[in-house]
């Protein structure tokens, strides 16, 4: 039996293997949340460090079976997912002979895992080629609205500052409000009094709606397209695969 056949779920094998890595993420990350519980039991507090030891071996020996599997092995130690199971690990042996709870960032990076799943999810995996198919209109985005998010800060400032100075201090503070408003969430802590400021606000508002709007339209539209180009591709098998019957 190939290495290539464990990892891949292609194989009755391999299938098996990606069931318990899945069931293994899920635990992980349930046993994560039950360490944030006040007042845990130091029984308790025992068993999940040891369930932690243990998934962080089996995650490590998948690792290692996937790079020995990969030809050629740097493609996939450099790919996005390889990263993923690296990182997901990492935490562990950088914390080794520390007490991991002292160590809030290092805890957080175990919430990676979570991203594992996605190899064993087809429709993940449309997503992720979805964005990357976007990748150059989101970066025009995203580079557009940190224009928008400066300007409706700066805006907001001249408007604000003189009647509230305490709220809108410099163009630093004035960008906590510029994030809500954009975004439409609009907590209420800060707000507009002046008549300029009401008015720029309604402005702001309209093109946060506008920015909501865009990406979701950017994703559905090459959603569509990478469904089109699977279900291409399943018609082409199937068609080999009748013509080799006949033949």
Known sequence: MRVHDIVEPVTPQG??????????????????????????SPRTQALLDRFELVSVIIFSAEYLLR????????????????IVDLLAILPFYLASGIDLRSIRILRMFRLIRVFKLVRYSRAAQRFAEAFRLIRAELALF???????????????????????????????????????????????????????????????????????????????????????ADDADSGTADRSTRDLTTD
């Open 142 to 228: 995203m580079f557009a609205c940190l224009m928008v998010l400066f300007i409706a800060s700066v805006g907001i400032y001249y408007f604000e500052n003189d009647a509230q100075p305490e709220n809108f201090a410099s163009v630093f503070h004035c960008m906590w409000w510029a994030v809500e408003t954009l975004t439409t969430v609009g907590y209420g802590d800060v707000f507009p009094i002046t008549t300029g400021g009401r008015i720029f606000t309604a402005l702001i508002v309209f093109i946060g709606l506008g920015i909501v709007a865009v990406p979701a339209g950017l994703i559905a539209g090459a959603l569509s397209r990478t469904l089109a």
């Open 67 to 82: 790079v020995y599997a990969a030809r050629p092995r740097r493609s996939y130690i450099f790919s996005v997912l390889g």
């Open 15 to 40: 299938r098996l293997f990606a069931i318990v890595i899945q069931s293994l993420i899920v635990l992980s990350l349930v046993a994560f949340c039950i360490e944030t519980l006040p007042d845990i």
